[in-house]
Nanobody, 123 residues
Framework: VQLQASGGGLVQAGGSLSLSCAAS????????MAWFRQAPGKEREFVSA????????SYADSVEGRFTISKDNDKNTMHLQMNSLKPEDTAVYYC?????????????????WGKGTQVTVSS
């Protein structure tokens, strides 16, 4: 499976960005999908995850209510709508595939990583 994240950029605090993750290979329908991020000098951290059928989602406390994860199994794509962005959201964002929902927040349990996309939020 190959994953490619896109949609990052530079935005002012309070603004919005939408990230996308496209996959080739096995269908999205089989997997738990997730977003992680890594800021300079920090560990990679969980942002959000969505079940294979798209009916259940999970968010880190830091983004709850501001970010929305979604997926389109027919198009093998996943999205992260980010609103009310803050400077502390600045990071490289990665899409990822997990085998199990219980692993969703664990970067060490990721099966596949996509190349990241930079998100920079200016104050």
């Amino acid at each position: 499976v190959q994953l490619q994240a896109s949609g990052g950029g530079l935005v002012q605090a309070g603004g919005s960005l939408s990230l996308s993750c496209a996959a080739s290979g096995r269908p999205f329908l089989w997997y738990v999908m997730a977003w992680f991020r890594q800021a300079p000098g920090k560990e990679r951290e969980f942002v959000s995850a969505i079940r294979p059928d798209g009916l259940s989602t999970s968010y880190a406390d830091s983004v709850e209510g501001r970010f929305t994860i979604s997926k389109d199994n027919d198009k093998n794509t996943m999205h992260l709508q980010m609103n009310s962005l803050k400077p502390e959201d600045t990071a490289v964002y990665y899409c990822a595939i997990h085998r199990a929902w219980s692993d969703r927040t664990n970067a060490g349990k990721v099966l596949y990583w996509g190349k990241g996309t930079q998100v920079t939020v200016s104050s």
